[in-house]
């Protein structure tokens, strides 16, 4: 439990995740962890990674708030040790911002992607030596590509079915006009490929994750009906069982077409509103085979 130090009865069955970390110490997390109840008052930690749990609970259900910061490797930490830490079944979004390859979703829009796939380097083909036709020569075949991408993983149709619903119930006045929608697929890259470098994603629907690896991670641990821990990683990962259940929602923060980006105001306004959404979408959701709630920070 090195990297986010969670412990049983310090992590909820149901997770919002967020990819700010110390940014500073979690602004985006702390800003949505204000809709939780105030009693039991909800219980914080910082590890020395910097990965901050905050658990408490929304209208009487528990729920951890974790920001652990961008990247695969992040995340791949942060669902491995909360697995060890969750007993049964456990539903996890993430809430992220990503940049937008479609014209039609401006800054500001919210996507909840039916989908992801994962964009990685080619390390083994020629960055350095361009084509006639602007593409990158390959170094040991023709018909190399600079970027690989994965076959799609989707997440949990029911999750992504709810976030799309508490959208639009949950919009106030400053997000009226702003498009939410769920029908894109996320491009979870291992760094930012430029649009002639990857032609296939500005005629497909995807949307560019600023948070390498994250969402590609989170749904491929989902796509499998139940996560468990190789032995190695457990001293006992018999106890582990349970299904880990996902999606994610994404702010589009920067628009590759036109070079926009977010103002500040919108934001926090869509951070508010997303969060929110997510929150809902958390607490209605079925989870079945429960974490007990004996000696936990969140019972009363």
């Known amino acids: 439990m090195y990297q986010t130090f969670p412990e049983q009865q310090r992590v909820a069955f149901i997770i919002l995740e967020f990819g700010m970390a110390k940014s ?13 109840d105030a009693k039991p008052e909800p219980f914080t930690l910082l590890s020395d990674r910097g990965f901050l749990t905050i658990t408490g609970t929304y209208q009487g259900t528990p729920v951890s708030i974790i920001a652990i910061g961008m990247g695969a490797a992040n995340m791949d930490f942060f669902v491995r040790e909360c697995r060890e830490s969750v007993f049964g079944d456990m539903a996890i979004v993430r809430l992220g911002s990503c940049g937008g390859l479609l014209e039609d979703l401006p800054v500001g829009s919210l996507t909840v992607p039916r989908a992801a796939v994962a964009i990685t380097r080619n390390y083994d083909y020629d960055f350095t030596s361009p084509a ?3 593409m990158l020569k390959a170094s040991t075949s023709p018909n190399e590509l600079p970027y690989r991408i994965s076959r799609p993983v989707e997440g949990n149709q029911q999750l992504r079915e709810s976030l799309v619903g508490f959208l639009e119930t949950t919009r106030d006045d400053s997000n009226r006009a702003a498009i939410a929608r769920g029908d894109v697929v996320n491009a979870a890259c291992d760094g930012l490929p430029s649009a002639p470098q990857v032609p296939s994603l500005t005629t ?28 190695e990683l457990s001293e006992s990962p018999s106890r582990i069982t349970g299904g880990i259940y996902a999606s994610s929602v994404h702010i589009i923060f920067a628009q590759r077409t036109s070079s926009d980006f977010i103002s500040p105001k919108d934001a926090e306004s869509r951070e508010r509103w997303a969060g929110k959404a997510c929150l809902e979408t958390l607490k209605a959701f079925d989870v079945k085979n429960t974490h007990p709630d004996e000696s936990s920070v969140w019972a009363v």
Do not use: N, Q, W
Not at 25 to 36: D, M
Not at 204 to 226: C, D, K, M, Q, V
């Open 24 to 36: 500073p110490i979690a602004f985006r997390a702390k800003r949505v962890a204000k809709f939780l």
């Open 132 to 134: 006639d036709d602007g």
């Open 204 to 231: 497909t629907p995807a949307i560019l994750t600023r948070e390498p690896g994250a969402y590609f991670i989170l749904g491929a641990h989902a796509a499998a009906p139940s996560f468990t821990l190789p032995t």
